[in-house]
């Protein structure tokens, strides 16, 4: 089993800055994605961005060079720096993870969630 664990929510004004990190842990034999989504009020989750074991990231259409994800040398922490916050960024965000924990078994997990709420 993996565990994915998230910290770094929490209230901020718009225009704001908030960093996100996620840290997986549990018997892992390979990290191949790991990400964030977002869930607001009535609306779907959606894709934030993303990061491969190679280093490719991706992002949402609204993200627009507003927020950035890496990782640690380890690779089993990911972080999204978030900047000019707006309202409507207010969502639970999600870590994802896409690990083979047997060679060639892909399993997604998900982490429990942090709320990031953007006061205007």
């Known amino acids: 089993q993996a565990q994915l664990v998230e910290s770094g929510g929490g209230l901020v004004q718009a225009g704001g800055s908030l960093r996100l990190s996620c840290a997986a842990s549990?018997?892992?034999?390979?990290?191949?994605?790991m990400g964030w989504y977002r869930q607001g009020p009535g609306i779907q989750r959606e894709l934030v961005a993303t990061?491969?074991?190679?280093?490719?990231?991706n992002y949402g259409d609204f993200v627009k060079g507003r927020f950035t994800i890496s990782r640690d040398n380890a690779g089993n922490t990911v972080f999204l720096q978030m900047s000019s916050l707006k309202p409507d960024d207010t969502a639970v965000y999600y870590c994802k993870g896409l690990f083979e924990m047997v060679p060639g078994r892909q399993y997604q997990y998900w982490g429990q969630g942090t709320q990031v709420t953007v006061s205007s």
């Open positions: 549990g018997s892992i034999f390979r990290i191949n994605s």
């Open positions: 990061i491969t074991s190679g280093g490719t990231t």
